[in-house]
């Protein structure tokens, strides 16, 4: 069940992903869902990580910030946000963390 829950969510974050990177903010919101994004984040609030306010606040004008948070993302990591560590995300695509982190940035 878990294994056939997962290719459900692989298909449908592929389905979205196409959406996502024309700059449809609803699409890349469902995208994130699907990848798990939403386990540990809100959009206005914090849960086990920042909200994604939180983070578009703090990385808004800085350069290279969307790069940054590719590889944040991608990769994981602790000390940015409190002791709390982000896992790596290896199993998303890279077009649709591309499409996550636009969309974040993009919320004010």
Sequence with gaps: MKI?????????????AA???AADPKAAEAL???????ACHT??????????KDI??????KKG??????KKVKAGGKGAWGE???????H???ADIKAIVQWVMSIK
């Design 32 to 38: 994130a869902k699907t990848s798990g994004c939403f």
């Design 19 to 21: 959406a996502a990177q």
């Design 84 to 90: 709390i560590p982000m896992p790596p995300n290896a």
């Design 65 to 70: 910030a969307e790069a940054d948070l590719f």
């Design 56 to 61: 578009a606040a703090k990385y808004r004008g």
């Design 4 to 16: 056939a829950s997962m290719l459900l969510a692989a298909t449908t974050a592929t389905t979205l």
């Design 43 to 52: 959009v206005d609030k914090k849960l086990v990580g920042p909200s994604y």
């Design 92 to 94: 998303v695509k890279d």
